[in-house]
């Protein structure tokens, strides 16, 4: 049995010019990150996958669809990756537009190798970061929506900093009673200790659930 081998996020650089697309992929490559070339938007929007961990780097002057339409593309679809725009011909509105469309950066050609790679980096390094938040926020999620609604009271009050003996007498419940919920409610919820309960459920009871 061969052990699967985590890809390295995938860069995509969408740009009209081989050269450019060439020396970027180069650039990309020197780092350890993954890249893929697209010579149009069309082919980049119909073909990219969305839930992939990565980045665009995104030309914004292009034959057809310009960049920044690209950019209101993206972020109709609710896709999270960055997209950082590159142009030979930016101005105050141009940039003004780009990060009002939703860039996370916005950078003029001929493009500095250093600040280009710093660039993606930063950026992959947030996205990880909200993938991560997003996973873990759902599989909150999915556990709170196991108890039952006796152990959703009794983890209210628990929030609330409640002593067992106090949900007892807000709940009508015998302390054994309680203590039979708490222990339940803490080996669904995976919590292995007060702390780690209010830091990843306080919200949820607040909202009310999931």
Same mark, same amino acid.
């Given at each position: ?16 010019? /081989? ?51 690209v950019l209101e593309t993206l ?80 983890l209210g009050l628990i929030v /609330?900093?409640?002593?067992?003996k106090e949900i007892g007498r ?19 919820? /995976? ?20």
């Amino acid at each position: 049995m061969h052990d699967t081998i985590p890809l390295s996020p995938l860069i995509h650089v969408v740009d009209d010019d /081989e050269a450019v697309r060439s020396s970027l992929a180069l650039l990309i490559g020197t780092v350890g990150l993954r890249a893929q070339t697209w010579p149009t938007p069309e082919g980049f929007l119909a073909g990219f996958d969305p839930e992939g961990v990565g980045a665009v780097v995104l030309d914004v002057r292009m034959p057809g669809i310009s960049g920044l339409a690209v950019l209101e593309t993206l972020i109709a679809r609710g896709v999270d990756m960055p997209v950082i725009m590159l142009t030979g011909h930016g101005t105050v509105d141009l940039c003004r537009r780009a990060f009002k469309s939703g860039a996370a950066e916005f950078l003029e050609k001929p493009v500095d190798d250093d600040i280009l790679i710093d660039t993606l980096q930063q950026a992959l390094r947030r996205h990880v970061a909200s993938r991560a938040r997003v996973t873990a926020d759902r599989a909150a999620r999915q556990r709170y929506a196991q108890l039952s609604g006796r152990e959703r009271e009794v983890l209210g009050l628990i929030v /609330e900093g409640l002593t067992n003996k106090e949900i007892g007498r807000a709940l009508a419940l015998s302390p054994r009673t309680v203590e039979t919920h708490r222990a339940n409610l803490f080996a669904k919820l /995976e919590a292995a200790s007060l702390a780690q309960l209010i830091r990843h459920y306080a919200c949820l009871v607040e909202a009310g659930g999931p």
